[in-house]
């Protein structure tokens, strides 16, 4: 096992525990698992379809690039981890915009606030990556870059729900 894949392990593993943490935190009931009712499991189903879909045609599309010998400047573990990017914001938005990605025992305010907690620390971590000039090497993207990739993700479902949070409470309004 070579350094990068053993970091890589480490790292996982201490993200792991850090999400049920966060999991035990954000959920009023102090319980690991997240509730839904019938309408937000089908909804999320949906979302799950479309989140696989969307990954079938980023990897057909980085394939056929493959295939034309296209140079992507990128790390292979950057291109494949970002389509994983990709569908998990698909599933993430699609969710939010159809009040299916907050369970019936989340904090919808701690859990915004963890969102964007965990994309600044991301934030944070691309941005030392950028300064030690370790983010790209010889014109090619690095690992590193995951960190930014993760900040844009849990960012922007914070600001999602955020804003929808918003928009259901003026709803309620009129």
Request: charged letters at 15%.
């Amino acid at each position: 096992m070579n350094a990068r894949s053993a970091g890589l392990a480490i790292g996982l593993f201490v993200g792991l525990i850090i999400c049920v943490v966060f999991f035990k935190y954000w959920n009023k009931d102090g319980k690991l698992k997240t509730q839904y009712d019938e309408k937000q499991e089908i909804v999320r189903g949906r979302a799950y379809k479309y989140a696989f879909w969307t990954l079938v045609v980023y990897e057909a599309v980085m394939c056929i690039l493959s295939g034309f010998s296209f140079n992507l400047h990128a790390d292979m573990f950057i291109m494949h981890f970002s389509g994983i990017i990709i569908a998990a914001l698909v599933h993430a938005s699609y969710s939010v915009w159809n009040d299916a990605y907050m369970g019936l025992n989340t904090n919808s305010k701690r859990f915004t606030v963890c969102m964007i907690l965990i994309g600044l620390v991301n934030l944070l971590s691309g941005i030392a990556a950028i300064a030690s000039g370790s983010l790209v090497i010889d014109g090619v993207l690095q690992a590193p870059f995951t960190n930014l990739l993760c900040a844009f993700i849990f960012i922007v479902i914070g600001v999602e729900i955020g804003v929808k949070d918003l928009i259901d409470k003026k709803g309620g309004e009129e």
